[in-house]
C-alpha cells in the first residue's frame, strides 16, 4: 500500500518522539511492503520561531492532502509569556479544527509490568482496559474569548449535532469492546452538560444492546482512582476528556505511555479504506525533559500503531507494533519514567528489533498455513 504521511515534530521532545515513531513505520514498510512517504512540517513554537505563526498555510494544506498526520508535541516555556499574543497550543487547535477530527481516542492499559509504578494498589489495576472518547473540536476549547485589565472569558458551547457525532461514534465503538458507555458530564451545574446528557439518552436508545451509565466529573476523577476496572468507553466534552486522561496516565505508570487518534467522519483523499486522522501521544513537549535524548517513545509509537490501524486500515502491522511494545514493556529496557535507565533510542531500537520478529513469525505462520492448506 501507498501512504502519504504528514510529521509535524513540533517543540520539546516532540521531534525525539517521532523519529522513533517514524523509524517503526518505516520497519513496517519494510517488512510489509508498503511504500509510506513522509512530508516533514512545521507547527507550534516551532513555527513561530520560523516564520511567526504557529500553523503556517503551507503546513495545514499538506496535512489536507495527507492520508494521516503524526504529531509529537507543542508548546514550551519559551512561548509561555500569559501575555503573549501567539502561543503554539493555538495552532494545534486550529489544526484539529481545519480538519474536523472531532472524536478523540484515547486508550488505557496497565501493563503488569508497571503495575508496581502507579501510585494504586496492584489489584486495582487489574483488567483495566478503557477508550476514552474525548470531544476534541467543541467546548470551552473554541468558544468565543474575552480578554480585558481586569476579566476575562472563555465561552462553552455545543451543539445538539456536535454532541451527537461523537457520542455515536463512542457507542459504535463500544459494540466492538464490552458493550458499556459512560457518559461523563457536570449536568448538576452546566447547562452543556444538560443538553449533553439528554442528547446521551436519545441516543442511547439506538444501542439498546449498550450498557449506558452518566456520571458526574468530579467523582469520576476519584472513581477513576478507587475502581478503574470499571470502565469500557468513557465519552466525555473537550476539557474534561482532557483532565481526566492525563490522570489515567498516572494509573498506566507514564504520561509517556499513551496514545491517541484524532478522527473526523471524511475519508482520506486517497486511500478507500480509513478515515484521515491526526495521530499524537497525549503527553506534551516535557521540555524539563526535552533534548536528553531521554523521553519515552511509547506513546508515539502506539500512536503509530494507531495511525495503522484507523487511517490505513492495516490491522495486522499495527497489532504487530502493539504487541512489539508490549514484548519491550514485559522484559525492558524501560526509559527512566517507567523506572529504566535506558534512553528513546535504545526503547526504539528494542521496539524496532520486536517488530521485525513478530514479522518473521507471522510469514513463517501464513506460509505453513497456505503448505497445509
Ligand atoms: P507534559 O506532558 O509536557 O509533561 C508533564 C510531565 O510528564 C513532565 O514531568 C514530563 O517530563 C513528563 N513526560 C511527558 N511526556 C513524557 C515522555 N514521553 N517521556 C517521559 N516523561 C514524559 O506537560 P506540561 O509540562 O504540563 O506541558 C508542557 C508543554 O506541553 C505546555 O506548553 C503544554 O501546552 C504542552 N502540551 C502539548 C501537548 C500536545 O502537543 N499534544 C499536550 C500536552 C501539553
Ligand atoms: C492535549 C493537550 C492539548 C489539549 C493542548 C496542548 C492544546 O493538552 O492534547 O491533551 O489541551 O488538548
Ligand atoms: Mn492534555
Redesign the pocket.
Given at each position: 500500500m501507498k501512504a502519504r504521511i504528514v510529521t509535524l515534530p513540533?517543540d520539546?521532545?516532540g521531534p525525539e518522539?517521532t523519529a522513533a515513531a517514524v523509524a517503526v513505520l518505516n520497519t513496517v514498510a519494510a517488512r510489509y511492503e508498503h511504500a509510506f512517504t513522509f512530508d516533514e512540517q512545521l507547527i507550534g513554537g516551532a513555527a513561530i520561531d520560523a516564520c511567526g505563526e504557529p500553523l503556517p498555510a503551507a503546513s495545514l494544506a499538506a496535512c489536507q492532502a495527507a492520508d494521516a498526520v503524526l504529531l509529537g508535541?507543542?508548546?514550551?516555556p519559551k512561548w509561555?509569556d500569559p501575555n503573549a499574543p501567539v502561543r503554539?497550543?493555538q495552532g494545534?487547535l486550529a489544526l484539529r479544527a481545519a480538519l474536523g477530527v472531532y472524536a478523540n481516542l484515547r486508550p488505557l492499559q496497565v501493563h503488569p509490568a508497571l503495575a508496581g509504578l502507579s501510585p494504586l494498589k496492584n489489584e486495582r489495576l487489574r483488567n483495566v482496559d478503557v477508550l476514552f472518547v474525548r470531544e476534541l473540536t467543541g467546548g470551552t476549547y473554541f468558544g468565543a474569548k474575552t480578554r480585558s485589565a481586569d476579566a476575562a472569558t472563555d465561552e462553552c458551547r455545543y451543539t445538539v449535532a456536535e454532541i451527537e457525532r461523537v457520542v455515536r461514534r463512542a457507542f459504535e465503538l463500544a459494540r466492538d469492546r464490552r458493550r458499556h458507555v459512560t457518559s461523563v458530564d457536570k449536568a448538576n451545574v452546566l447547562e452543556t452538560s444538560r443538553l449533553w446528557r439528554s442528547t446521551v439518552q436519545r441516543i442511547a436508545a439506538d444501542y439498546p444492546d449498550v450498557k449506558v451509565e452518566h456520571q458526574l466529573v468530579d467523582s469520576m476523577a476519584m472513581l477513576l482512582l478507587t475502581r478503574p476496572n470499571s470502565y469500557d468507553v468513557v465519552v466525555t466534552e473537550n476539557l474534561f476528556g482532557d483532565i481526566l486522561t492525563d490522570e489515567a496516565a498516572a494509573l498506566a505508570g507514564?504520561?509517556?505511555l499513551l496514545p491517541s487518534a484524532s478522527l473526523g467522519p471524511s475519508a482520506s483523499p486517497t486511500l478507500r479504506t480509513g478515515s484521515m486522522g491526526l495521530y499524537?501521544?497525549?503527553?506534551?513537549?516535557?521540555?524539563?525533559?526535552a533534548g536528553q535524548g531521554v523521553?519515552?517513545p511509547i506513546?508515539a509509537i502506539l500512536s503509530a500503531a494507531l495511525l495503522l490501524r484507523h487511517s490505513l486500515g492495516l490491522e495486522a502491522e499495527a497489532t504487530a507494533v502493539e504487541s512489539a511494545v508490549e514484548q519491550v514493556l514485559r522484559y525492558g529496557p524501560h526509559?527512566r519514567?517507567i523506572g529504566g535507565q535506558a534512553g528513546t533510542d535504545e526503547v526504539r531500537d528494542a521496539v524496532l528489533d520486536a517488530v521485525g520478529a513478530h514479522a518473521d513469525t507471522a510469514a513463517a505462520f501464513f506460509c505453513g498455513a497456505r503448505a497445509c492448506g
Open positions: 513540533g520539546g521532545v518522539v508535541a507543542v508548546g514550551g509561555s503554539p497550543e494545534l507514564s504520561l509517556g499524537e501521544p497525549i503527553h506534551g513537549s516535557a521540555p524539563d525533559i523521553a519515552n506513546g526509559s519514567d
